[in-house]
């Protein structure tokens, strides 16, 4: 009190009114870069999802096909590769994540560990027409599968 008046603050005014004090200029800016974090992850979630459902063909080369499929957070890109009936494939895994993954396919008897940053390569035989599984043993509940189609 001052000359038997009392000193009023801006936050006691807020209470009084029933508004909640003013918050400080550090808690607005957090909450609004949490929000653009938010948003950037959802984006970026959104355009892997988008790129990993593209089919990709392998690229032919002396001897066979040649197939790059890169294990990123949840899923392998691309999800297809389209291989040529009875020829000879290689297959490179690239880790880009920052998980451990595996390659596993009980069809191709592939099952390798990669860690993060790592590469794997597995040369195989297609035969006939068909389909091939793999998937990863870790994450393939989070949908982290894909299938190399033999045409």
Do not use: K, W
Not at 33 to 48: E, H, K, N, P, W
Not at 74 to 96: D, K, L, M, Q, S
Request: net charge positive; with cysteine.
């Amino acid at each position: 009190m001052t000359g038997g008046r009392e000193e009023r603050t801006a936050s006691s005014n807020a209470a009084r009114e029933g508004h909640p004090p003013a918050r400080g200029g550090v808690g607005r800016i957090a909450t609004v870069t949490g929000a653009v974090i938010l948003t950037a992850g959802a984006i970026l979630a959104i355009g892997d999802m988008l790129h990993t459902s593209n089919p990709r063909a392998a690229v032919p080369g002396a001897g066979g096909a040649a197939v790059e499929i890169e294990a990123r957070n949840y899923g392998f890109v691309p999800t297809t590769v389209v291989v040529p009936a009875n020829a000879t494939v290689t297959i490179t895994v690239r880790n880009r994540s920052i998980s451990t993954h595996t390659f596993t396919s009980e069809q191709l008897g592939a099952d390798a560990l990669i860690p993060p940053g790592e590469t794997r390569t597995f040369t195989v035989h297609t035969g006939g027409r068909g389909t091939i599984d793999f998937y990863c043993r870790f994450h393939e509940n989070f949908g982290m599968r894909g299938h190399l189609a033999i045409r």
